[in-house]
């Protein structure tokens, strides 16, 4: 299914965490890139959905990986300008990084349910896909299941309208760290809990058709 570049994952952690994590659950920014470079992907953008700022430092990360946080609380539906926000930061990266392949990362803490929801409404919104064909593409990819059923529920009773809610786009969200250039490509990833006995990352690929990610750019 060609045509997306998300990955998902759960948040990365700054060594200070490492002494409250057995050696195979710790997972830091480092941790992150080095697990996708051993996939021979790159990774050019990571959206933070996590409600605080204490996991980790933007600057602990690659001076070319753009980093944008967007705070989005948990347990809740996303507000209209968080997904707003999401559509935007997503839309401007694919429109400046049309010419290459670089990934879309995108975490809460544990890369599942805000991850989810929010992956899944661009899906439905901007791509045009099925409400129940993005969430068991986002599951099946993902290795683990959305959890929460209002996040489902909610998903599930969107109509399908491509490129909804992306009129005059403002992507003042979006932040570049210095001498970033924004890319993408589309995968997701197991990637679980850090209490977890799986891995942080895993292969499958998620993807829709190509409808969208090109020729608009509402996103400014």
């Known amino acids: ?5 998300f990955i998902a994952f ?3 952690l700054k060594k200070s965490f490492d002494q409250k994590l057995h050696p195979e ?9 080095k697990k996708i470079k051993e996939q021979k992907e790159e990774l050019g953008l990571i959206i933070d959905l996590t409600y605080t700022t204490r996991y980790y430092r933007p600057e602990e990360l690659p001076d070319t990986l753009c980093y944008s946080k967007i705070s989005t609380m948990g347990h809740e539906i996303p507000n209209r300008h968080t997904i707003f ?13 049309k010419d290459n392949d670089k990934l879309i990362g995108v975490h809460c803490t544990h890369g599942l349910n805000r991850t989810g929801y929010l992956v899944c409404r661009y899906l439905i919104d901007v791509e045009g896909m099925e409400p129940n ?19 489902i529920q909610d998903l599930q009773k969107r109509s399908v309208k491509t490129n909804c809610g992306l009129k005059n786009l403002s992507s003042g969200s979006f932040k570049e760290k210095s001498g970033a250039t ?4 589309k995968q997701m990833v197991k990637h679980h809990l850090h209490h977890s006995n799986q891995g942080p990352l ?10 969208g990610l090109q020729g608009n750019s509402e996103c400014r």
């Open 1 to 5: 299914m060609p045509g997306t570049r």
């Open 10 to 12: 759960k948040v990365p």
């Open 25 to 33: 659950e710790r997972f830091s920014p480092c941790d992150l890139i």
């Open 85 to 97: 926000q999401f559509k935007c930061v997503v839309k401007k990266f694919l429109r400046d990084n």
């Open 133 to 151: 064909t993005a969430i068991e593409l986002f599951n099946r990819a993902r290795g683990h299941p959305i959890e929460r059923t209002n996040y």
């Open 182 to 185: 924004p890319n993408a490509k």
């Open 202 to 211: 895993a292969v499958p690929r998620l993807l829709p058709s190509q409808q």
